[in-house]
């Protein structure tokens, strides 16, 4: 009951913050696009190779760029309001199917690519604090020491070589095979096939901190008088690591774990255009090159909106795991 009070209160304090923020950002999100030289009409005007000042008149009248910045923000603000995003000069169609085509494939890329790091990297954080200072740990530090100073990109590159090119076990690009009709199991298959390499790539360079701060945070709680106080009772190692040292030493890898999912949103934007990646990266490359600054605000707002429910989730769980954390 008294975890439950605890989230409860979390839950509160979170509503009270989100809120202004998410107010903030899009204030900022849309004056900062302002300053950037260039709009649709200049981008469909250098396309079609030539353009006269009505037809340049006429293009900017119609997407609502000949208004004044504050009367944009207003009715950007007004769309905003009555729940639309607007729509896109470029595709002529509403930004948020055009988000909404692409956000699952960007959300499955980000899942398993901070899966894949907190797994791996909690796991070679635990093998490093367990025997510390032998060849283990030793060899991962070095392992993770590489991880962190090679470019995702340049993994994602030397993983298509590699795997794709000279053994042939992944596709080297896309999230599924096209026209395969695949269904049930062979479906299931060729999409973890088509995602390994990408998430992969996403997350080596998140591996390499998780391993560190989990070794470091295992060794500084295994310190403290609660665990000395388990193994007096009794308990085996195992249950020690397991159950006292590792389920607190979390609570920093779940707040960088929070904290990582702009960098894993930003990290996309290269890895999908490396790996050919259906999402909203690719989405937002798009429209900066086309300057269509509805889609790549609500490209902006979407994944501010993730980032600012990932840390709500990551506050509530430590609020569950940990009973010394109380609403403030």
Same mark, same amino acid.
């Given at each position: 009951?008294?975890?439950?009070?605890?989230?409860?209160?979390?839950?509160?304090?979170?509503?009270?913050?989100?809120?202004?923020?998410?107010?903030?950002?899009?204030?900022?999100?849309?004056?900062?696009?302002?300053?950037?030289?260039?709009?649709? &009409? %200049?981008?469909?005007?250098?396309?079609?190779? &030539?353009?006269?000042?009505?037809?340049?008149?006429?293009?900017?009248?119609?997407?609502?760029?000949?208004?004044?910045?504050?009367?944009?923000?207003?009715?950007?603000?007004?769309?905003?309001?009555?729940?639309?995003?607007?729509?896109?000069?470029?595709?002529?169609?509403?930004?948020?199917?055009?988000?909404?085509? $692409?956000?699952?494939?960007?959300?499955?890329?980000?899942? &398993?690519?901070?899966?894949?790091?907190?797994?791996?990297?909690?796991?070679?954080?635990?093998?490093?604090?367990?025997?510390?200072?032998?060849?283990?740990?030793?060899?991962?530090?070095?392992?993770?020491?590489?991880?962190?100073?090679?470019?995702?990109?340049?993994?994602?590159?030397?993983?298509?070589?590699?795997?794709?090119?000279?053994?042939?076990?992944?596709?080297?690009?896309?999230?599924?095979?096209?026209?395969?009709?695949?269904?049930?199991?062979?479906?299931?298959? %060729?999409?973890?096939?088509?995602?390994?390499?990408?998430?992969?790539?996403?997350?080596?360079?998140?591996? &390499?901190?998780?391993?560190?701060?989990?070794?470091?945070?295992?060794?500084?709680?295994?310190?403290? %008088?609660?665990?000395?106080?388990?193994?007096?009772?009794?308990?085996?190692?195992?249950?020690?690591?397991? $159950?006292?040292?590792?389920?607190?030493?979390?609570?920093?890898?779940?707040?960088?774990?929070?904290?990582?999912?702009?960098?894993?949103?930003?990290?996309?934007?290269?890895? /999908?255009?490396?790996?050919?990646?259906?999402?909203?990266?690719?989405?937002?490359? /798009?429209?900066?090159?086309?300057?269509?600054?509805?889609?790549?605000?609500?490209?902006?707002?979407?994944?501010?909106?993730?980032?600012?429910?990932?840390?709500?989730?990551?506050?509530?769980?430590?609020?569950?795991?940990?009973?010394?954390? /109380?609403? $403030?």
């Amino acid at each position: 009951m008294q975890r439950f009070h605890r989230v409860q209160a979390s839950l509160k304090r979170i509503a009270l913050h989100a809120l202004p923020t998410m107010v903030g950002i899009v204030i900022l999100n849309f004056c900062l696009l302002q300053m950037v030289p260039g709009d649709a &009409a %200049d981008v469909m005007a250098a396309e079609s190779g &030539a353009a006269t000042a009505e037809t340049m008149a006429q293009l900017r009248a119609r997407f609502g760029l000949d208004r004044s910045v504050p009367a944009q923000l207003f009715a950007y603000l007004d769309n905003l309001a009555h729940f639309s995003l607007g729509q896109s000069a470029r595709y002529r169609a509403p930004v948020a199917d055009l988000i909404a085509a $692409r956000l699952p494939t960007t959300l499955l890329l980000m899942c &398993a690519a901070l899966a894949m790091a907190v797994a791996l990297g909690t796991a070679a954080g635990v093998a490093m604090s367990v025997w510390p200072g032998k060849w283990v740990d030793h060899a991962l530090s070095v392992a993770v020491l590489l991880l962190y100073s090679m470019p995702g990109f340049w993994v994602g590159l030397m993983a298509v070589v590699v795997f794709s090119v000279h053994l042939g076990w992944f596709p080297s690009g896309g999230s599924q095979t096209l026209g395969a009709g695949l269904q049930g199991l062979a479906w299931w298959q %060729d999409r973890l096939a088509h995602l390994a390499l990408p998430a992969l790539a996403l997350s080596t360079f998140f591996v &390499a901190i998780y391993a560190r701060l989990t070794r470091a945070s295992m060794l500084e709680v295994s310190r403290h %008088d609660f665990v000395r106080t388990a193994a007096a009772k009794g308990l085996s190692p195992l249950a020690i690591q397991v $159950r006292h040292v590792l389920r607190n030493a979390l609570i920093p890898v779940t707040t960088m774990a929070g904290l990582h999912l702009s960098h894993l949103l930003g990290g996309s934007v290269v890895i /999908e255009t490396v790996f050919g990646w259906p999402g909203m990266g690719t989405l937002a490359t /798009e429209a900066v090159l086309a300057r269509d600054y509805p889609v790549l605000l609500g490209v902006l707002l979407l994944a501010s909106l993730v980032v600012i429910v990932a840390n709500a989730l990551i506050d509530l769980l430590h609020a569950w795991l940990d009973p010394r954390i /109380e609403a $403030r």
